[in-house]
């Protein structure tokens, strides 16, 4: 939700940014009459900090795929992978075929009086109609992404889910602090010379890398952390959202922020862990909605805000909804459905194995 704000942000005419710009604007009376200053120089900034929720959700994926790790498991590589292909690829797929098949129907418009940002968006999507099948490539190149730029996240995603078993096994033999460190310094080493983290290279993977460690790190070690977070006082666990939130919102660089923004994303991970706090975020079942919806959110909006501001003046609150409404029955029509088929196939995976095991020790296979 917090990327889809961002987005929403970015769309403001240059004429009211430059009117309320930052640092300039935080001097003038006037222009905090207005969101903008609000969304720059204070703590409603990660309302909108596209950024830190993207590292974020980086340390998350992390967390949630490690969080089936146990001392005595193994992990079957193909299964892992098919599953990881029909959650991650397969919505993309059809949302981009359904992206192009919708450019192709309602031809993009350039308004002038549009933010510089969004005139770009739709210029380079406009250009890249006829290119479209190289965007299913996931090459991470800047002309392979302008269809639906935010998919630059996952190609780090995909990439960094191939040696995502290695890391299991690697955690496995050497404990997770090594793991961490050497993955951390991997990415420090991959930010130097770095201009932009907001890209498909694969000095990006890397410098996103040690984030999945992280989270996985959290997942591992959940019942330590779950033991001291229980033994906190009120007082200790707000200055540790505090912290957590204070480095999500460290100004933005792009690159070495990250190596703040990260840490934070994690602190705010685990401190949702405490059991009173997960209580209550499971009971808000517009939260648990959103969490559910929240890939296909990801994956749609930014096409549907493309063709509404192209065709209509409806204000962004308009577009959020119709946004919001889509995400639904994008979960519904094409993310669901993906994941069911990964479960299916892994567990076909996983029956052919056995009796496959069962047939080569002379076993019965039925």
Request: with cysteine; proline share 5%; net charge positive.
């Amino acid at each position: 939700m917090v990327v889809v704000l961002n987005h929403y942000v970015q769309t403001v005419p240059e004429d009211i940014r430059y009117l309320t710009s930052y640092p300039l604007g935080i001097f003038d009376p006037a222009a905090w009459l207005t969101p903008w200053p609000w969304l720059r120089a204070s703590p409603f900034r990660l309302l909108v900090a596209g950024q830190a929720a993207v590292d974020l959700f980086f340390v998350l994926s992390g967390f949630v795929l490690a969080f089936s790790i146990r001392r005595d498991w193994q992990p079957n590589t193909v299964v892992f992978l098919v599953k990881r292909f029909c959650r991650i690829y397969l919505p993309f797929l059809i949302v981009l075929l359904m992206t192009v098949g919708v450019y192709n129907a309602l031809p993009i418009k350039f308004h002038a009086g549009n933010s510089i940002w969004m005139n770009e968006i739709t210029s380079n999507a406009a250009a890249s109609i006829d290119d479209w099948f190289s965007h299913l490539l996931l090459t991470g190149l800047n002309t392979d992404m302008r269809l639906n730029p935010v998919m630059w996240t996952l190609v780090h995603e995909l990439r960094i889910s191939l040696i995502m078993p290695v890391l299991f096994l690697a955690i496995r033999c050497f404990g997770t602090m090594p793991v961490l460190v050497t993955s951390l310094l991997l990415s420090i080493a991959a930010s130097v010379g770095m201009n932009d983290s907001i890209s498909g290279t694969w000095q990006a993977s890397l410098h996103f890398l040690w984030m999945f460690v992280l989270g996985m790190t959290i997942a591992i070690h959940r019942r330590a952390l779950l033991d001291r977070l229980v033994s906190w006082s009120r007082w200790q666990f707000a200055m540790a959202v505090v912290l957590a939130l204070g480095l999500m919102a460290v100004p933005f660089s792009r690159v070495w922020a990250d190596f703040a923004i990260a840490p934070g994303a994690g602190l705010l991970i685990a401190l949702t862990m405490h059991p009173s706090v997960g209580r209550r975020m499971q009971g808000v079942r517009p939260l648990r909605w959103l969490g559910q919806i929240s890939y296909s959110l990801y994956l749609v909006h930014l096409p549907i805000l493309v063709i509404l501001v192209s065709y209509t003046d409806f204000s962004p609150s308009i577009i959020l909804v119709i946004s919001l409404a889509a995400a639904h029955l994008a979960y519904l029509g094409i993310e669901k459905p993906a994941q069911q088929l990964g479960s299916l196939l892994g567990r076909m995976i996983c029956i052919h194995r056995d009796m496959t095991l069962r047939v080569a020790s002379g076993g019965d296979p039925v």
